[in-house]
Structure formats: structure tokens, C-alpha cells
């Protein structure tokens, strides 16, 4: 079968979202790769590609070698940090000023949906841009760490009880946040359109929402370069690179 050109998918996904009452998005690390943020799962140059999860990005890893940790996500801090949103985080934040994007669901941890100026944004696999302490559990903002933290090689400490600080993402042998899970399932549970934007649905349990959602009759589409375990139930699905797409997207509808 013959794949849609460009305009063709912009005018369908248009189509559908106008008959939308309820429009929510799913993001994954594909909306993000356009602004200098590493794929964590891709083949050729995700990070697991060069790094062991479990030996640097593990609950384990943190509490046992906190070295290593940090020497693994000071760099990811960084780039977090000082990336900017592109064209698919802007158009999205449009859209949702517009009322027609009612709440993102993401599983990236690079607070860019929020940079571009998105409000209702669910984050399932938390931040890399704030950090709490384990043992006082005191709230420490980025930008109280970040000079100390960037430039040199210590292990950041708590400023009131000295412990080792966590940013605040979930690692693996980690359960999700709760509040955000419960917004997520609480907005996709309201959705007739999901659209996937960057994500190939291989990661548990934030797949099911797109999925749970689909099988209580949302229509769903996936804007991903590749094509994903749930395109057998997709009523559209766009491979085309995000930071091109939603744009025009944005621009059919606004």
C-alpha cells in the first residue's frame, strides 16, 4: 500500500482531531532527539546502546556506586539543562493555548514540553531537572546545584543533612510516580483521540495508556519514525519526524 505524502497526513491527522472533544498526546524520546537529546532505546545510537542500565541507571546503581551514577547523568543533566524546545514542543504548547491539546503525557524527563510553555504535562518517568533528598526529603532546585554540579566531579549532597541527593527521575527497579500515573490514566480515560508522538511503545507500563485507551474505542495515532507493536491499531500512522510534522500540524488547525 502506498504511503500518504506529507500534506496528505497533515490533512488526515487534521481531519481527525477536528472531530476530536478530547484530544491527548503521548510523547516519547523521538520528539526530543530534534533538540540534542540522546534516544535512550535506539539502535544505532541510544544510550543503552553504550551503556549497561542496570550498572548506571539502576536504583541499585545509585545507592551502592553513586559514583558511577552521577558520572553517567551529569552529562544528561546537562544537556537537559541547556536544550531548547523545537518546532514539535512549540507547536504542541500552541495547540494546548488553543484548548485543542487537553494534556501531554510524556516519558521524557527533559522538561522541554514545559520550556516550549505546556501546562497540563503529565511526566511518567519524572525529571532530570529537579532533585529531592532520600533521607530529609527536602526539595533542591536545579539552579542551587548547578554550577557545582556541572563544572566539577563531586556527588551533589543535601544542604541540610549532607545525604547523597536523587534527581528526581525513576530508575530502573523504580515503580512510577504515582500522581502522574493517576493524572495519565484520569486524562487518557477521557480521551476519543490519543496521538503518539516519538515513542515506539516499547516500555512498560506507559505503553498500556496508549493501549488501554484504544481499547475503550479512542482512535489513535502514531507520529514515529519507526513503526511501533500498537500500528495494528492505529487509525493513522505518521512516519514522519515530529519537529516537521506537528508544525504544520499546528498550523492546519490553529
Not at 87 to 105: N, S, T, W
Not at 188 to 214: F, M, Q, R
Request: proline share 7%; aromatic share 10%; charged share 20%.
Amino acid at each position: 500500500m502506498k504511503q500518504p505524502a506529507f500534506d496528505e497526513l497533515v490533512q488526515l491527522a487534521a481531519e481527525m482531531i477536528n472531530k476530536a472533544r478530547y484530544l491527548v498526546v503521548f510523547t516519547g524520546a523521538g520528539i526530543s532527539t530534534p533538540s540534542g537529546i540522546p534516544d535512550f532505546r535506539g539502535e544505532k545510537e541510544g544510550l543503552w546502546q553504550r551503556y549497561d542500565p542496570m550498572r548506571v541507571a539502576s536504583r541499585t546503581a545509585f545507592l551502592r556506586t553513586p559514583n558511577i551514577f552521577y558520572d553517567w547523568f551529569r552529562p544528561l543533566f546537562v544537556t537537559s539543562w541547556t536544550a531548547q524546545p523545537n518546532p514539535a514542543h512549540i507547536g504542541l504548547a500552541d495547540l494546548e493555548k488553543a484548548g485543542i491539546v487537553k494534556e501531554i503525557i510524556t516519558q521524557n524527563i527533559d522538561g522541554l514540553h514545559q520550556k516550549a510553555g505546556s501546562r497540563n504535562v503529565s511526566e511518567l518517568h519524572g525529571s532530570a531537572l529537579t532533585f529531592r533528598c532520600p533521607s530529609c526529603r527536602s526539595y533542591i532546585p536545579s539552579e542551587n546545584i548547578f554550577q557545582e554540579f556541572t563544572t566539577g566531579t563531586e556527588i551533589p549532597l543535601c544542604p541540610n543533612c549532607k545525604t547523597i541527593i536523587k534527581p528526581n527521575v525513576v530508575l530502573f527497579e523504580e515503580t512510577l510516580p504515582v500522581a502522574a500515573w493517576h493524572e495519565a490514566e484520569y486524562e487518557s480515560s477521557k480521551a476519543d483521540v490519543i496521538l503518539v508522538i516519538g515513542s515506539a511503545l516499547e516500555v512498560y507500563p506507559a505503553s498500556t495508556i496508549p493501549h488501554n485507551a484504544v481499547l475503550r474505542g479512542c482512535n489513535l495515532m502514531i507520529n514515529n519514525l519507526t513503526v511501533t507493536p500498537l500500528n495494528n491499531l492505529a487509525s493513522l500512522f505518521i512516519p514522519l519526524d515530529a519537529a516537521e510534522f506537528i508544525p504544520k500540524l499546528a498550523e492546519q488547525l490553529l
